[in-house]
């Protein structure tokens, strides 16, 4: 049954062909009655029509209307063969050009009052002639209205379908946007972590070497320090890679929760074990606030002091200021070094290998802050980021 349906939907001309050939057999028959060679040529167009309507709709449907109008000229009364009128006009009502619809529907309304009016019996009343008009003018209208219902049903489920396509393709646009946004942030994250624990490695390990023999505490100070530091970074990256990792939620509670406010002291710390001398103030009253500024907050002042024991010089030093406001969080960093310049912070030192601003301004733009980095007057560098906290929260 499913090949037979397969076989109708591949070859509708076929098909077609197999219903004008069962027309042609009520129809010959009236045919061999008339005994006419206009009624044997009328039969056989109309039963074209039927044959060729779906491949070409608008033009069968001009040879039946001029098969009508030869039946009239000719005086070939209605047979069984104008049944292919009613196909004609369903199907171009259905699947044919707009201007063809319209024809069908006119020339459908038209046709029973012209053929009642050419083959009027001269005994009846002027009350069955009306009434046998409207009567034969019900199927033409129904064909019409049929074939209609059908084109509308039909363009409905076409704009179904390429909406349904559209939200697909718009879905998969927005998974890879995700997928691109959560690959900036683990790539922001990485960084974050890697250039400042590694930096503090490089600089105690070079510490470490300059006072190995000369003083052997120092040198297992900085040791312990470089260890401390790695296990660190290493805890960091393994949440970080954690995240994307799927099907394992057991394992959430083994990755360390993400850097906030409160853990800049520890930050500051380590960062002076490193060597750097910094000044950490806080102004305001300390609240908890959103994940997302804690974590913002966090990286902006661990990038800005990595970037300060980078490139700001061996005396070097820096302030640090966090200030609770009513809506906002400020931050300002500052150094006295060297006075590196805007464009080294830019592309992350000249190895090129880190972010700098750029990761900064990422950041603090997806909880909509603010940021003015740049030289300071009198030497050194200067960052001020404004975090809001209701936007963000």
């Known amino acids: 049954m499913q090949r037979l349906y397969d076989f109708l939907r591949r070859h509708p001309t076929g098909v077609d062909t197999f219903w004008a050939v069962i027309l042609l057999g009520p129809a010959g028959l009236w045919v061999v009655q008339e005994q006419r060679l206009t009624a044997l040529v009328v039969v056989v167009l109309l039963c074209t029509v039927v044959?060729?309507?779906?491949?070409?709709?608008?033009?069968?449907?001009?040879?039946?209307?001029?098969?009508?109008?030869?039946?009239?000229?000719?005086?070939?009364?209605?047979?069984?063969?104008?049944?292919?009128?009613?196909?004609?006009?369903?199907?171009?009502?259905?699947?044919?050009?707009?201007?063809?619809?319209?024809?069908?529907?006119?020339?459908?309304?038209?046709?029973?009052?012209?053929?009642?009016?050419?083959?009027?019996?001269?005994?009846?009343?002027?009350?069955?002639?009306?009434?046998?008009?409207?009567?034969?003018?019900?199927?033409?209208?129904?064909?019409?209205?049929?074939?209609?219902?059908?084109?509308?049903?039909r363009a409905y489920y076409a704009q179904l379908e390429e909406r349904a396509a559209r939200l697909e393709k718009e879905?998969?646009?927005?998974s890879k946007m995700a997928v691109a946004a959560e690959r900036a942030r683990i790539a922001r994250e990485l960084h974050d972590v890697v250039a400042h624990n590694v930096s503090v490695m490089v600089v105690q390990a070079d510490g470490a070497a300059y006072v190995l023999d000369a003083a052997p505490e120092q040198a297992k100070q900085a040791l312990e320090t470089i260890s401390g530091t790695g296990r660190q970074a290493l805890a960091e990256m393994r949440r970080l890679?954690?995240?994307?990792?799927?099907?394992?939620?057991?394992?959430?509670?083994?990755?360390?929760?993400?850097?906030?406010?409160?853990?800049?002291?520890?930050?500051?710390?380590?960062?002076?074990?490193?060597?750097?001398?910094?000044?950490?103030?806080?102004?305001?009253?300390?609240?908890?606030?959103?994940?997302?500024?804690?974590?913002?907050?966090?990286?902006?002042?661990?990038?800005?002091?990595?970037n300060t024991r980078k490139h700001g010089g061996p005396d070097a030093g820096a302030t640090v200021r966090l200030t609770y406001g009513d809506s906002e969080l400020d931050l300002l960093v500052e150094d006295d070094g060297r006075g590196a310049r805007h464009e080294l912070y830019e592309d992350g030192g000249a190895d090129g290998l880190g972010q700098g601003l750029i990761g900064m301004r990422e950041r603090i733009g997806m909880v909509g802050g603010r940021l003015d980095a740049g030289p300071r007057p009198g030497g050194g560098f200067r960052i001020s980021a404004v975090l809001p906290l209701k936007q963000a929260g």
């Open 51 to 153: 044959a060729l309507r779906r491949k070409a709709p608008g033009p069968m449907l001009l040879l039946a209307a001029g098969t009508g109008v030869l039946q009239l000229i000719t005086d070939t009364p209605p047979n069984p063969g104008n049944f292919a009128m009613l196909v004609i006009i369903y199907t171009n009502a259905a699947s044919g050009p707009v201007w063809s619809s319209r024809f069908a529907l006119v020339g459908g309304l038209a046709a029973s009052p012209i053929a009642n009016t050419r083959w009027s019996d001269d005994y009846a009343s002027g009350f069955d002639t009306i009434a046998a008009t409207v009567l034969m003018t019900v199927p033409f209208a129904l064909a019409w209205v049929l074939g209609d219902s059908i084109r509308t049903r």
């Open 171 to 174: 879905r998969e646009a927005q």
């Open 241 to 306: 890679l954690g995240v994307l990792r799927t099907g394992e939620p057991g394992e959430a509670g083994d990755y360390v929760p993400q850097p906030d406010v409160g853990q800049l002291d520890d930050l500051i710390e380590q960062v002076r074990g490193a060597g750097l001398p910094v000044h950490f103030t806080v102004e305001g009253s300390p609240r908890p606030l959103p994940s997302g500024v804690e974590l913002t907050a966090y990286r902006i002042v661990q990038e800005a002091l990595t």
